[in-house]
């Protein structure tokens, strides 16, 4: 029987939300060069596939953090799926930007969350992390608790894995690495030889050279 993290790569990766050129990489918008490129926001455009994320990150807060109060999306990938979410659980739903508004109230959080409110954090992609804790480090400097974050897709990186637990944020992803390596491989989108090169940017993207 098919884990919910083998399935959901098998869904990324027939829309063709995964990429893995390990001899042609992308250039992220940090300057990493990477093999790989997850693009989680094409699953907006498939109905049933939208349907999917939404029902099985519902299933996960309701099994994992049912004290839930509230549900914040990080923008902006993270608001369409978290919008969805807050829907199907019937909770409210608020936002955290980048930055605050450079104009009207200069928001930094848009919708409302009240001090004392138990948080879940929907994120579509985890890479560093960095920008998803300074959504955690928002929320909890708004008075509230954040009682977990809940992901597409991680990478799986050791900072980011360093990070998370320093911010004392339980952090659970519908696919990750692994999985969508697994999958590439047993479907013949990338040869069994192609793992070597993947698993040695992993270790150290930020330095990875072709």
Same mark, same amino acid.
């Given at each position: 029987?098919?884990?919910? =993290?083998?399935?959901?790569? @098998? ?17 992220w918008a940090s300057g990493w060069k990477s093999p790989f490129y997850c693009d989680n926001r094409k699953t907006l455009?498939? #109905? /049933? ?6 029902? &099985? ?5 309701? =099994?994992?953090?049912?004290?839930? !109060?509230?549900?914040?999306?990080? +923008?902006?990938? +993270?608001? *369409? ?5 807050? /829907?199907?659980?019937?909770? *409210?739903? @608020?936002?955290? $930007?980048?930055?605050?508004? !450079?104009?009207?109230? &200069? ?7 009240? #001090?004392?409110? $138990?948080?879940?954090?929907? &994120? !579509? ?11 955690? =480090?928002?929320? $909890?400097?708004?008075?509230? =608790?954040?009682?977990g974050m809940v992901a597409a897709y991680t990478y799986g990186f050791a900072e980011a894995e360093k990070a998370f637990?320093? @911010? ?14 697994? &999958? ?9 030889? !192609? ?5 040695? %940017? $992993?270790?150290? *993207?930020?330095? %990875?050279?072709?």
């Amino acid at each position: 029987m098919k884990t919910l =993290e083998q399935i959901f790569a @098998a869904k990324l990766l027939n829309i063709k939300a995964i990429k893995l050129q390990p001899n042609n990489p992308f250039t992220w918008a940090s300057g990493w060069k990477s093999p790989f490129y997850c693009d989680n926001r094409k699953t907006l455009s498939y #109905p /049933d596939l939208r349907s999917f994320v939404k029902m &099985e990150t519902a299933r996960i807060i309701m =099994e994992r953090f049912p004290e839930v !109060d509230a549900i914040a999306g990080v +923008a902006t990938g +993270a608001i *369409p799926q978290g919008a969805m979410v807050a /829907d199907a659980l019937s909770l *409210p739903f @608020a936002y955290v $930007r980048s930055k605050p508004k !450079d104009h009207g109230l &200069e928001n930094l959080i848009e919708g409302e969350l009240k #001090p004392g409110m $138990r948080v879940v954090v929907i &994120e !579509d992609l985890i890479s560093t992390g960095g920008s998803s804790l300074k959504a955690v =480090e928002a929320i $909890r400097n708004n008075g509230c =608790e954040v009682i977990g974050m809940v992901a597409a897709y991680t990478y799986g990186f050791a900072e980011a894995e360093k990070a998370f637990k320093e @911010a004392k944020v339980t952090l659970v992803t519908l696919t990750n690495y692994e999985a969508v390596v697994e &999958e590439a491989v047993r479907i013949g989108y990338i040869d069994k030889a !192609d793992i070597k090169v993947l698993n040695e %940017w $992993r270790k150290n *993207p930020s330095n %990875w050279k072709k």
